[in-house]
């Protein structure tokens, strides 16, 4: 296998104390050890997979860590640029959450000091690391459903805390920043294409962040229809229908903890056949994935390309909307 890559984390959120952070100790040829945070009480559950792990009381002293290969950034979406680029300017191997900016025009930057710095840096698409989505694209690639024609996508849930960060408009806050990447990007990654046009955008907003969305757009050839919402129950799904059947992927991006990753395909001549991938980790093949790019130049699944083509939907979304 090779070099181990060594990761650090910069914040101690949720996020990264439930998924990246276990994804990053659990994954091949990884080894978390650094994290950068001031709480003492916020390291510890960290520090319960990862006894090993150097707790750096700044952002700062993490970047100056000699012994950090990639700098995993869950910090709230305004600050992601920012901290991005500074890990590029301190040596180090960059994947960042989405969305990486808050507009398609501020990744520009970030794409150029990655060029310059000849780093690897991207975003945390983890969706394009599960092998449902590498089958799906296989299936509307060899024709299993005839001519696309439609795509449906829907991702919702319902969060009653106006006090959480994606409430807040001046920290990127917003349903389409949050999961509209979800249901915008997955379309782009197994289709290959960017909409010509966004033909409907229905947003509620509430203090200047997009509560729920509804969104109609044209493609090279097919239509899209998605919703994304923060007050609705929880639910996802991913329907592409074509001339001769229809695929379905019924837990298409919390695989696991929303749903048994499945994909339905239902042919004109009545067939039906479901693909279930139980015990795939989708973060840990994030992990392994980028690790192994790092370490031997395997190609990468998704690029800052990728992210800024699906915020530049999200941006002509809004763009198509009403006003916030």
């Known amino acids: 296998m090779g070099k181990i890559i060594k990761w650090a984390i910069l914040g101690a959120g949720n996020f990264a104390r439930e998924h990246m952070g276990p994804a990053i100790h659990a994954a091949s040829g990884a080894q978390l050890v650094a994290l950068g945070t001031s709480s003492v009480q916020k390291a510890e559950p960290f520090q319960a997979f990862a006894p090993n792990l150097r707790v750096h009381a700044t952002y700062d002293d993490v970047l100056a860590d000699e012994d950090v290969d990639v700098v995993y950034i869950p910090l709230p979406n305004h600050l992601h640029i920012e901290w991005a680029s500074r890990a590029l300017r301190a040596g180090k191997h960059v994947l960042v959450e989405k969305p990486v900016g808050m507009t ?112 109609s757009a044209r493609f090279e050839g097919f239509t899209a229809h998605w919703v994304t919402s923060m007050n609705t129950h929880l639910t996802q799904s991913m329907t592409f229908l074509g001339s001769d059947g229809r695929i379905r992927v019924s837990a298409p991006f919390n695989a696991g903890s929303y749903g048994e990753a499945q994909v339905e395909l239902i042919q004109s001549d009545g067939s039906i056949r479901v693909e279930r991938w139980p015990q795939e980790a989708q973060y840990v093949n994030q992990v392994e994935a980028f690790s192994a790019s790092v370490r031997d130049g395997v190609p990468y699944a998704w690029s800052l390309e990728d992210a800024r083509a699906t915020q530049a939907v999200i941006d002509a979304v809004y763009e198509a909307g009403p006003p916030r």
């Open 104 to 215: 398609a025009a501020q990744i520009d930057p970030l794409i150029a000091l990655r060029d310059e710095t000849g780093l690897m840096c991207t975003e945390a698409y983890m969706i394009a690391h599960h092998p449902q989505w590498h089958r799906v694209r296989e299936m509307l690639e060899s024709g299993a459903i005839g001519t696309l024609r439609h795509v449906d996508g829907i991702f919702t849930y319902n969060n009653p805390d106006l006090a959480n960060v994606r409430f807040d408009a001046a920290k990127g806050g917003g349903g389409l920043p949050d999961i509209g990447v979800y249901t915008i990007g997955s379309t782009r990654l197994v289709t290959g294409q960017d909409p010509v046009a966004i033909t409907h955008a229905d947003i509620d907003y509430i203090d200047g962040v997009d509560i729920t969305a509804r969104v």
